[in-house]
């Protein structure tokens, strides 16, 4: 099927860019450089950007019912931070002891934080975990497979599926998730086609498509809601890793992208590696769900 080519948005050379997520209220689009330990936003309407040094590394954020409030998945512990004073306040340590960090996240329709983590070690081993956030600020463990990589974390419109992957394994999966908290019926939502990539970062729209950032495929690919492909937008640089749809019509895919592991040629080939692109797309986003949580 015939792809959609995504134009380079900001060349802002992150390290590894991640978390891409719209923001309705302002109209602007914020993600993390991972290892730079640092957040980003950029305004498509003034076309400028700003950032903000990190504690440690940022790997996800989610927006909160507070404009100037963010929930912050740091690598060790989750946090809010306060964008117009920048005072980061801890809420909870994330699996200390062990070598992993906290990787991707997304609220649920009830207004709780959704995370996985992956292990820091190399190989990569399903030994991390997928947690949930509440409202009350405690912090559950859900009942789904260790992951080496968390990734894909997502939910549909009515919020009654949760998708997510282990990059590694190259399949995303599903399962019912219920508003009291309950998880049921996991299971294999849809496997990578392509002989080369990962699945990374998604996220959902209107009509319930799943789209999926592939990590070393230079591709987005987008998922109807029985898994079969339906459209893919190609992006020139090869590891995408994130995305959302925003502006103002919520019909732009925003790509996070990253240029970790790239060096000599393959940097040279990849020059706009760890900025963000955007694409124009015959589907429309829905707004992103907010952490209703509030600091003690």
Request: charged letters at 20%; glycine letters at 10%.
């Given at each position: 099927?015939?792809?959609?080519?995504?134009?380079?948005?900001?060349?802002?050379?992150?390290?590894?860019?991640?978390?891409?997520?719209?923001?309705?209220?302002?109209?602007?689009?914020?993600?993390?450089?991972?290892?730079?330990?640092?957040?980003?936003?950029?305004?498509?309407?003034?076309?400028?950007?700003?950032?903000?040094?990190?504690?440690?590394?940022?790997?996800?954020?989610?927006?909160?019912?507070?404009?100037?409030?963010?929930?912050?998945?740091?690598?060790?512990?989750?946090?809010?931070?306060?964008?117009?004073?920048?005072?980061?306040?801890?809420?909870?340590?994330?699996?200390?002891?062990?070598?992993?960090?906290?990787?991707?996240?997304?609220?649920?329709?009830?207004?709780?934080?959704?995370?996985?983590?992956?292990?820091?070690?190399?190989?990569?081993?399903?030994?991390?975990?997928?947690?949930?956030?509440?409202?009350?600020?405690?912090?559950?463990?859900?009942?789904?497979?260790?992951?080496?990589?968390?990734?894909?974390?997502?939910?549909?419109?009515?919020?009654?599926?949760?998708?997510?992957?282990?990059?590694?394994?190259?399949?995303?999966?599903?399962?019912?998730?219920?508003?009291?908290?309950?998880?049921?019926?996991?299971?294999?939502?849809?496997?990578?086609?392509?002989?080369?990539?990962?699945?990374?970062?998604?996220?959902?729209?209107?009509?319930?498509?799943?789209?999926?950032?592939?990590?070393?495929?230079?591709?987005?690919?987008?998922?109807?809601?029985?898994?079969?492909?339906?459209?893919?937008?190609?992006?020139?640089?090869?590891?995408?890793?994130?995305?959302?749809?925003g502006g103002a019509g919520l019909d732009t895919l925003y790509i996070t992208t990253a240029r970790i592991g790239l060096a000599g040629r393959?940097?040279?080939?990849?020059?706009?590696?760890?900025?963000?692109?955007?694409?124009?797309?015959?589907?429309?986003?829905?707004?992103?769900?907010?952490?209703?949580?509030?600091?003690?």
């Open positions: 099927m015939p792809a959609n080519e995504a134009a380079l948005a900001v060349d802002a050379q992150c390290v590894l860019g991640e978390g891409a997520t719209w923001c309705p209220r302002s109209g602007q689009l914020y993600w993390t450089d991972i290892e730079g330990a640092r957040l980003w936003r950029y305004s498509p309407v003034l076309g400028d950007s700003r950032s903000w040094a990190m504690p440690e590394r940022l790997a996800t954020f989610a927006l909160t019912a507070d404009p100037q409030r963010l929930l912050l998945g740091l690598a060790t512990h989750l946090a809010f931070f306060d964008l117009t004073t920048g005072v980061t306040q801890s809420i909870v340590d994330v699996e200390p002891g062990l070598n992993t960090r906290v990787n991707d996240g997304r609220c649920d329709r009830q207004g709780r934080f959704v995370f996985g983590t992956k292990d820091e070690g190399e190989p990569a081993r399903p030994v991390g975990g997928f947690y949930r956030l509440n409202r009350d600020l405690s912090l559950e463990r859900l009942p789904l497979p260790a992951p080496a990589i968390s990734n894909s974390i997502a939910f549909s419109p009515d919020g009654a599926t949760l998708y997510y992957c282990d990059s590694p394994t190259r399949e995303i999966r599903a399962c019912d998730y219920f508003a009291d908290g309950r998880i049921a019926g996991d299971r294999v939502f849809t496997r990578l086609a392509d002989a080369d990539g990962e699945p990374d970062g998604s996220t959902v729209d209107a009509d319930g498509g799943l789209w999926n950032a592939q990590w070393g495929g230079a591709r987005i690919v987008r998922y109807g809601a029985d898994g079969v492909e339906t459209e893919r937008v190609s992006v020139s640089s090869i590891q995408p890793s994130c995305v959302a749809l393959a940097l040279s080939q990849d020059p706009y590696a760890g900025g963000v692109f955007a694409a124009s797309v015959a589907r429309r986003g829905l707004p992103e769900p907010l952490f209703l949580g509030e600091p003690a």
